[in-house]
């Protein structure tokens, strides 16, 4: 018997060196976004601030179910952090908003001041506001003015585009839903309008209006090659794209960036 083994008792010893192996590991290429639901619903945030004067009567009115752009007259005003969302998403539908306005008379007389909301635009003359406002959710009163010292109107008020157009089938229509680059085909307006006694509003009043919109985004975007091959990755890394995988071939000292993924272990470099 080997003296060895006579040693640990008859028993062959062990050997504590570890086999090394060379694992070669098949990468499946998502399609789409990782760690993306296929929907989301989050609350997003419009707000401006505006100064409303000059003819008699005179208005503004904004779209409470069009994310990609709130202002049909200045155009291009989108909801905080809707381009995010729109990364990942190439719908959305707005499920309810909540407006919240709040304006100070800074002229000299006191103001009449009706509110509505509509599914039809009101127009900016001012001229058929008192009519939006006799329809559900309207509302009319009067401001003091500035020198009578009550002269700020606070207004809120949560709703859901069923409210507005008051009709199941309708809000249920692609005609109410949004993409990533444009509003809804069908809108819903949130319109302030003014009148006085004279000929026109010198000074008119100052308002902030914020509208806060609950969103469900949709249609989950597939993975686009360009997202992932910005820059050139450090070398012993590896890239996703549709084609399968590209190793880097550049070796730096910095670190890669976050969408570089390490390679698996025992990949040989």
């Known amino acids: 018997m080997n003296r060895n083994n006579m040693r640990h008792g008859g028993k062959k010893k ?5 086999k090394q192996v060379n694992r070669e590991y098949k990468v499946q290429i998502p399609t789409r976004t990782p760690g993306i639901p296929d929907t989301t619903v989050v609350d997003l945030k419009f707000r401006t601030d505006f ?5 008699n009567p005179t ?10 752009d709130a202002d049909p007259a200045l155009g291009g005003l989108k909801y905080q952090y809707f381009d995010v969302w729109s990364q ?8 309810s908003f909540e407006v919240d306005l709040t304006i ?10 009706t509110m ?8 900016v003359t001012g001229v058929g506001y008192p009519g939006y406002a006799l329809q559900p959710y309207g509302f009319s009163t009067t401001i003091a003015s500035y020198s ?26 692609d005609r109410y839903v949004g993409s990533d680059s444009a509003n809804p085909a069908d809108n819903t307006y949130f319109g302030l309008a003014l009148f006085d006694q004279v000929t026109s509003l010198a000074n008119g009043v100052a308002g902030t209006f914020i509208c806060t919109a ?16 910005k820059g050139k990755p450090k070398k012993g890394y590896y890239t996703q794209t549709t084609e399968g995988i590209r190793e880097g071939q550049v070796s730096s000292d910095e670190s890669p960036p976050p969408h570089f993924l390490p390679l698996p272990v025992g990949k040989k470099n």
């Open 14 to 18: 062990k050997s504590n060196k570890r």
């Open 148 to 173: 009578g010292g009550g002269a700020k109107l606070h207004y809120k008020k949560r709703l859901t585009p069923r409210h507005v157009i008051g009709d199941q089938l309708s809000v249920t229509s």
């Open 116 to 123: 509505c909301h509509t599914n039809s635009d009101p127009g």
């Open 51 to 55: 100064v409303l004067r000059g003819s």
């Open 104 to 113: 100070v008379n800074i002229d000299i007389v006191p103001l009449n001041v």
């Open 59 to 68: 208005s503004i009115r904004w779209i409470t179910n069009g994310a990609y």
């Open 88 to 95: 990942f998403y190439s719908f959305n539908k707005v499920l």
């Open 214 to 229: 609950r969103i469900k985004f949709f249609d989950r975007k597939k993975l686009d090659d360009t997202v992932f091959m």
